[in-house]
Structure formats: structure tokens, C-alpha cells
Nanobody, 122 residues
């Protein structure tokens, strides 16, 4: 069974930064692709980015150049560094995995964390 736990959310002013973490259980983390999604208030969950098992990264256009995904396989942890935050980045952020492959469709993911709130406001 895979367990994912996000942390690092909070409130920040526009232009600020936050780093989210996603800690995973399991002995095969290095062979998983991992993804970040977010759900803004009143909206559908949306793809933010992904880190593949081969350590390639992919991003939604809305965050490209501002957000960076990294992972530390020795700690079974993935990170989301968020810079130049905007009010429209306000959302609950989730990490997810479906094993080695990844997609941008949240319906395709079997394992989710509980989410962490990010609020960007002046």
C-alpha cells in the first residue's frame, strides 16, 4: 500500500515562495513517477507537474518557469518549489502516483496524499 503525505503549505504574499514536500511510503519510490495536482476553490483538480522515474520533469503552462519539481529518492520525497506566487495559485495541492507511468488526468491516479493548502493573498 502506498501512502503519500504532503507538507509545507501556508499563506504567502504575491511574489513570495513556498516549498511543498511529498513523503512516500514504500520501497520502490525510485521506480515511480510522481505528480503534483492542485484544486482551486470551486474548481476541478488540475495538473501542476510531474517527475518521472527517470527524473524528467514536466509542467503545466501556468506554472512553467515559476515552479520546480525535484525528488530525493534516498528520502522517498518529492518537492515542489514555488516561486513568484500569484493569487491564482491559491489551491489545495496534492501529490499523487500511479506507478511508473504518469498522465495529466487526475482520474488516472490511484494514490493520493491528503493535500496541503496554499493561499496567496496580500
Amino acid at each position: 500500500q502506498v501512502q503519500l503525505v504532503e507538507s509545507g503549505g501556508g499563506s504567502v504574499q504575491p511574489g513570495g515562495s513556498l516549498r511543498l514536500s511529498c513523503a512516500a511510503s514504500g520501497r520502490t519510490f525510485s521506480s515511480w513517477s510522481m505528480a503534483w495536482f492542485r484544486q482551486p476553490p470551486g474548481k476541478e483538480r488540475e495538473f501542476v507537474g510531474a517527475s518521472t522515474w527517470s527524473t524528467s520533469t514536466y509542467y503545466a503552462d501556468s506554472v512553467k518557469g515559476r515552479f520546480t519539481i525535484s525528488r530525493d529518492n534516498s528520502k522517498n520525497t518529492m518537492y515542489l518549489q514555488m516561486n513568484t506566487l500569484k493569487p491564482e495559485d491559491t489551491a489545495v495541492y496534492y501529490c499523487a502516483t500511479r506507478g511508473p507511468s504518469w498522465t495529466q488526468r487526475y482520474h488516472d491516479y490511484a494514490y493520493w496524499g491528503q493535500g496541503t493548502q496554499v493561499t496567496v493573498s496580500s
